[in-house]
T-cell receptor, first 117, second 116 residues
């Protein structure tokens, strides 16, 4: 089965521009997560989408936004880019386990590396 | 809120030796889950092993095992017979279920280098 796919692999933008990153989850997975990993740092939670709705967001400004489409794929948009937005953006998916039991393992894509000049 | 602490920024180990990567956590939730992920230089996060707070035995997956000490709030990853391909960043994570969020909170990671 195909894993989580992300595009583009690399993206170079300048300050003030907008960036759009895309993610296709594993078939059957309804839940999509976005994380930011700045150079040398851990993963910071950005957004969680499930069944087309934003369920939770991390401590990021409103210029970080996104959406989830009916086929469960997702977009992350970053407006008014700043130098510190340069990072690896990781998308992950999982089956939404309403029972709350089990591992609920997140499966990650290879990421999109955004460079802001 | 959940918090994960990894105190080893980097570790260097000889090939074929066992290595232990430390992870401590803090939570007030009696039910929780702990995860370890590996991140090679390619960037993709690879799931290694999971431990539930109510699991009676320490989790094992091939060469990976989890030394779970609940009272000490630690969940150390043990890699037996290390290989050159084990060189990567390793992240400990905890499931955060506060406010209905089913997300993972990650530690800062440990960079493991296996020397031939």
């Amino acid at each position: 089965e195909a894993g989580v796919t992300q595009s583009p692999t690399h993206l170079i933008k300048t300050r003030g521009q907008q960036a759009t990153l895309r993610c296709s989850p594993i078939s059957g997975h309804t839940s999509v997560y976005w994380y930011q990993q700045a150079l040398g740092l851990g993963l910071q939670f950005l957004l969680w989408y499930d069944e087309g709705e934003e369920r939770n967001r991390g401590n990021f400004p409103p210029r970080f936004s996104g959406r989830q489409f009916p086929n469960y794929s997702s977009e992350l948009n970053v407006n008014a880019l700043e130098l510190e937005d340069s990072a690896l953006y990781l998308c992950a998916s999982r089956i939404m386990d309403l029972g709350g039991s089990g591992a609920n393992v997140l499966t990650f894509g290879a990421g999109s590396r955004l460079t802001v000049l | 809120a959940q918090k994960i602490t990894q105190t080893q920024p980097g570790m260097f180990v000889q090939e074929k030796e066992a290595v232990t990567l430390d992870c401590t956590y803090d939570t007030s939730d009696p039910s929780y889950g702990l995860f370890w992920y590996k991140q090679p230089s390619s960037g993709e996060m690879i799931f290694l092993i999971y431990q539930g707070s109510y699991d009676q035995q320490n989790a094992t997956e091939g060469r990976y095992s989890l030394n779970f000490q609940k009272a000490r709030k630690s969940a150390n990853l043990v890699i037996s017979a290390s290989q050159l391909g084990d060189s990567a960043m390793y992240f400990c994570a905890m499931r955060d279920v506060i406010q209905g969020a089913q997300k993972l909170v990650f530690g800062q990671g440990t960079r493991l280098t296996i020397n031939p």
